[in-house]
Every structure is written in C-alpha cells, then in structure tokens.
C-alpha cells in the first residue's frame, strides 16, 4: 500500500513539474504582449566635442543604442563626411568658422521617426603657425593653485618638432639650490623645495603642439624636489590661436604625486598666454 501511495504521490509531483515548466514566465508573456514595432523613438543625446577648430574632423556618435533602430545625421555649417552603417557614428568636417548644428534622427524597426535632436558645436578659426612661431616671450595669467600676474614665459624648441619647453628657472634662495619651475610655481616656493637634476624632467614642462589648435601636456615625470625627496607628474591639455591681434595659448596644468597614469590632480592652474 506504501508503495502505491508513493508511486502516485511521485506521478503528480512529476505531472506538476512539467506543467509548471510549460508555463511561460511574467517576463516571457510581457515581451510577447509587447510590440516592438510601435516603440515612438526619442534621441536621447550625442556624444562628441562641443567646440572644434576651423578645418578639421571630429567623431559624433548618438549616446544610446536600440537594436533594429537606424540614425540619420544633418548639419547646418559643417559636412556631415561620413557615418557607420547604422548611422549611430558619424564623422563631421568643420569648413567654416562660427557655429555648426549637427541634427540627429532615430527611425526605429517599425519604421517610426524620432523629432530631430540638436547638437550646437562652436567652431574657433583657425589660423596656422609653426613650431618655431611659439618660439620665444609670452605673457599672460596663472589662475587656480598658483595665482601669477603677470607671468612671462620663454619657450625653447623641444625635443621633436612639435614640441616646445617651458624651462624651469634656477634658484639659490632656498635650503636647497635648484629649479624652480614655470607652472605652479607658487606651490613649489611655498613649500621651499626646487627640482634636482638628474631626474625626470627636472622641473621643465613639454608641450605638444596639434595642428588642429590643440596643446597635449602628456602625463609625464616631472622630477624629484629636495627637501624630501619627493616625486612629481605634470599633465594637462589645452587649445592654441594664431588668429587675432597676438597668437594665444590656453591650457589647464595639473600636479600629480601619485605616479599612476592618466594622472590625479593634487594642485592645477588655468594658464593664458600671448606671444610678444
């Protein structure tokens, strides 16, 4: 008689268990009831620089995906030059100064069309310079960490041909004789330590120069500063001019102490700089 009971106690168990595994699951029915068709599309931003330089290219991308979804991409005083075959990524030529509209369209599987979606870019002239052009006296502002007004500047040629340095300059007027460097200089004299050298680049600063107007001040090792010893890093980044009354330069600096890449600003000055 156990067993008997066991055999059909075990023959409804299994009977349950396979009409439960029959059964679809609150999600599974959702999407069934759920007609991707009729999904009314909305951009919902577009990742890319917001100014750019006269002249060049820069990449913009719609900042979502939807699978089975299409973009379309229009611009008011650039070239649209190209875009990825789902029309998420686009390539944008700037041939004229001022501002540029870039204009975004999301049609969707079903066939329907997003409202337009608006990304305004302001596009700086651009007037070109050589390497041997930002050679020489600048003057300007430090702003932020270090506060210097006016702070005058003597750049020499780098080691590549895009590139220029801003020397440190040598002092005796603290415990330890060294250099003092161009950028932050304020933080360096208000702790007494100069660069040494031997190491790294004993406090002078390298600057890229871009053709597309823009400065790269790559994280780099900056020197080793007595009392201490202690280890810095420079990085930073900015944009350059040839247009106007004077070529112009201007550039965030930041300090780093910790020695891991792409950089933590522990100190950082905003620089504004014109040629004389």
């Not at 329907?112 to 050679?135: G, H, K, N, Q, W």
């Not at 005796?172 to 660069?195: H, K, M």
Request: glycine share 10%.
């Amino acid at each position: 008689m156990k067993n008997k009971l066991f055999k059909y106690i075990s023959f409804f168990a299994a009977l349950f268990l396979i009409v439960s595994a029959c059964e679809k699951t609150d999600i599974q029915k959702a999407n069934e009831a759920y007609d991707f068709s009729k999904i009314v599309p909305i951009v919902q931003g577009v990742n890319g620089p917001a100014n750019a330089t006269q002249t060049f290219s820069e990449s913009y991308s719609v900042n979502y995906y939807r699978g089975g979804s299409s973009w379309s991409w229009s611009a008011t005083g650039a070239t649209i030059s190209s875009t990825s075959a789902d029309g998420h990524d686009a390539e944008v030529l700037f041939a004229d100064a001022g501002q540029a509209v870039l204009t975004v369209t999301e049609t969707t599987m079903g066939g329907i069309t997003s409202e337009p979606y608006e990304f305004t870019v302001t596009v700086a002239e651009f007037c070109p310079m050589t390497r041997d052009d930002f050679l020489g006296t600048w003057v300007g502002t430090e702003t932020g960490d270090s506060e210097i007004d006016p702070l005058t500047i003597t750049f020499i040629a780098g080691a590549n041909a895009n590139e220029i340095v801003a020397e440190a300059t040598f002092s005796t007027d603290y415990d330890y004789d060294g250099n003092i460097p161009a950028f932050l200089s304020d933080v360096f004299t208000g702790w007494g330590e100069t660069f040494q050298a031997g190491n790294g680049n004993e406090g002078d600063v390298v600057i890229v120069i871009n053709e597309n107007g823009s400065l790269s001040i790559g994280f780099d090792y900056w020197g080793q500063t007595l009392p201490g010893p202690w280890d810095y890093w420079y990085f930073g980044s900015g944009l350059w001019s040839g247009c106007g009354d004077a070529p112009s330069m201007d550039f965030d600096f930041n300090l780093d102490w910790d020695g891991s890449a792409p950089g933590t600003a522990q100190y950082t000055s905003t620089i504004h700089l014109e040629k004389q």
